[in-house]
Antibody
Framework: QVQLVQSGAEVKKPGASVKVSCKAS????????MHWVRQAPGQGLEWMGW????????NYAQKFQGRVTMTRDTSISTAYMELSRLRSDDTAVYYC???????????????WGRGTLVTVSS | QSALTQPRSVSGSPGQSVTISCTGS?????????VSWYQQHPGKAPKLMIY???KRPSGVPDRFSGSKSGNTASLTISGLQAEDEADYYC??????????FGTGTKVTVL
């Protein structure tokens, strides 16, 4: 079954870090770029960045530069997104999403995880 | 990178057509043909409806169509149905290997 399974909800204090995982199954993990997208409560979608699972090369939205790190473990077909120095406005559902076109990055997200709610509260 | 501009809401009766606009600049929508559209129902993950400006993934009804003129992309839903009531987002390549979403549009079926 082709799917992305994300880790469970997290509650963090301001200033802490959070690491969300996204396990791929049913397709070749290294064949597709993986993106991370977040959505604050009642707000729109926000693209955070992508990782090339084959090479580990990443590209981040300017807004998150210096605070976000995307990594992967090809042995277990899992991508990770770590966000540091959390603030209350980082409270959001974080999604991983696969790019449609194999071995290319087009921002066409054809497969999504169910999302991970990260709550930042003191 | 600023979010692409979409109308906050559009509405139509069953069977009618509605069009959602997505306005950017020559640095994103106007500069590339890498525009996609997503449908999101409450509490659900988004679903890809259109890519490459006007292509539909397998399984997406042909009631959904996309187009682009200059810095504005558009999504048209023809023959509106009750299940089309959802939020819709556009997305575009924005240069230097970065992307940007639209502000989102709520479609209401009257």
């Amino acid at each position: 079954q082709v799917q992305l399974v994300q880790s469970g909800a997290e509650v963090k204090k301001p200033g802490a870090s959070v690491k969300v995982s996204c396990k791929a199954s049913g397709f070749t993990f290294t064949g597709y770029y993986m993106h991370w997208v977040r959505q604050a409560p009642g707000q729109g979608l926000e693209w955070m960045g992508w990782i090339n699972p084959t090479s580990g090369v990443t590209n981040y939205a300017q807004k998150f530069q210096g605070r976000v790190t995307m990594t992967r473990d090809t042995s277990i077909s899992t991508a990770y997104m770590e966000l540091s120095r959390l603030r209350s406005d980082d409270t959001a559902v974080y999604y991983c999403a696969r790019d449609l076109i194999a071995a290319a990055v087009y921002w066409y997200f054809d497969l999504w995880g169910r999302g991970t709610l990260v709550t930042v509260s003191s | 990178q600023s979010a692409l501009t979409q109308p906050r809401s559009v509405s139509g009766s069953p069977g009618q057509s509605v069009t959602i606009s997505c306005t950017g600049s020559s640095s994103d929508v106007g500069g590339y043909n890498y525009v996609s559209w997503y449908q999101q129902h409450p509490g659900k993950a988004p679903k890809l409806m259109i890519y490459d400006v006007n292509k539909r993934p397998s399984g997406v009804p042909d009631r959904f169509s996309g187009s682009k003129s200059g810095n504005t992309a558009s999504l048209t839903i023809s023959g509106l149905q009750a299940e089309d009531e959802a939020d819709y987002y556009c997305c575009s390549y924005a240069g230097t290997y970065k992307g940007v979403f639209g502000t989102g549009t709520k479609v209401t079926v009257l």
